[in-house]
């Protein structure tokens, strides 16, 4: 079987949608799809990959395209490859909308007669439809996304409140739900971090990890924080991750004005040894976001044995809540402080909760459960007469 993934871009400046991704190849080589990736050179706001146009990564051969302007990721060498190529392919699978690329690759595999997926990165949500060119994209839904959503084989939803929130915008497309997947850190030396941020030896370690977004709710947390008196608990809170400089100037500005600026490290994007110390060294992991689409930083934190308090935002709140293995809470300050008091009072409850938060995570986030569900999809899309897969969800 070959399987074209077409994405915007792969810049790690783009958190999770990058990572899954690259699970996603691996996975699925692994169990012996060949994968191809088409995506853009985009290494975020006016930056370009400088490697060259064609490399092998996760298992997986990459091909980049030049972007001509950071607005849609317009990259129009994509075009004729993608009609030279697409019909060598089984199956398409198009990771996100209101982009040149994944538009692009619908029209050109509806032309090619190659079934396709969509897998809209939240892009659908409440949330997702109102922040950023909100009116354009409400436009561009009615001329373009809406045929490609009807046209496509199937629209790939990571969590089934992704696909509820997609629902109530009245389109017609058939869904299917299949989590994604996450990799687990292994390493256990959290003195890695320590070394680098003295203030974190020897307290208990609330961890954020995600980029520094508005729909985040960070000013949330830190109202949170404020309320729960951090140095009553010898609790700090670490902030790995980064965003737009602006708004990260805000956010220190919020600590300093909350005076708990003493109580946060901020340790800016972290990866690989790093952040696995990150997850050692942690307590508690938090992410109180407005909208998240699926939630992989989530996903980490469990693997790692961490209970979690996660917005109500958050696509997998709800499952991890039932399965014991985090709290949800709203996006006020006084939900979220009173989840991290319940937590910080009850040592007891944080290891049961991060056991729980373990084994849940390892049994429906495994990057092989992923690449399975995934390979059953395509094959039911390429040969239906064959198998109909039950868990396709369609909406008429």
């Known amino acids: 079987m070959r399987v074209l993934h077409v994405i915007p871009s792969l810049s790690v400046t783009h958190g999770g949608p990058t990572e899954v991704l690259a699970l996603m190849e691996r996975g ?3 169990i012996g799809v060949t994968v191809v990736t088409a995506t853009t050179d985009d290494d975020g706001p ?5 490697h060259a146009q064609e490399t092998e990564a996760s298992g997986a051969t ?10 849609y990721k317009v990259a129009p060498s994509m075009g004729p490859w993608l009609w030279r190529h697409i019909n060598t392919f089984d199956i398409v699978h198009i990771h996100s909308l209101f982009s040149f690329a994944s538009v692009l690759a619908a029209l050109v595999a509806k032309q090619r007669g190659v079934p396709y997926i969509v897998r809209p990165l939240g892009t659908l949500s409440q949330y997702g439809m109102r ?21 496509a084989a199937a629209v790939h939803f990571t969590s089934m409140a992704e696909r509820e929130e997609a629902q109530l915008l009245n389109l017609r497309f058939r869904a299917v739900v299949i989590p994604l997947a996450a990799k687990a850190e292994t390493l ?21 990890l995600s980029r520094l977004d508005p729909k985040k709710n960070i000013e949330g947390l830190f109202r949170a924080l404020a ?8 609790a700090v809170l670490l902030i790995a991750g980064d965003g737009h400089a602006d708004h990260v100037a805000s956010l220190k500005t919020l600590a300093q004005t ?3 600026e003493p109580h946060v490290v901020w340790s800016g994007d972290i990866r690989g040894t790093k952040k696995a110390a990150a997850f050692a060294a942690a307590q508690i992991f938090v992410l109180p976001s407005l909208s998240e689409n699926f939630g992989v930083a989530g996903v980490e934190a469990m693997l790692a044995g961490l209970p979690c308090i996660f917005g109500e935002g958050v696509a997998i709140a709800n499952a991890a809540t039932r399965a014991g293995a985090s709290i949800t809470v709203t996006s006020k300050p006084e939900s979220i402080a009173r989840a991290l008091l319940e937590l910080l009072a009850n040592q007891q409850k944080c290891e049961e909760m991060g056991r729980r938060a373990q084994e849940f995570a390892e049994r429906e986030f495994s990057v092989k459960t992923m690449a399975e569900r995934l390979t059953a999809l395509y094959r039911d899309i ?5 198998m109909q897969a039950p868990w396709i969800l369609r909406n008429n």
């Open 28 to 30: 699925l080589s692994a």
């Open 46 to 50: 006016f930056r370009r990959f400088t």
């Open 62 to 71: 990459r091909v980049y395209f030049r972007k001509w302007v950071d607005f």
């Open 131 to 151: 922040q950023r060119h909100r009116w354009l994209k409400r436009f561009s839904l009615a001329l373009l996304e809406k045929r490609i959503l009807y046209r």
């Open 188 to 208: 256990r030396e959290e003195w890695q971090l320590i070394n680098d941020y003295p203030l974190l030896g020897n307290r208990r370690i609330v961890l954020y």
């Open 227 to 234: 309320s729960v008196r951090p140095e009553e608990h010898n």
């Open 258 to 260: 909350l005076k708990i």
């Open 382 to 386: 390429i040969n239906p007469q064959e």
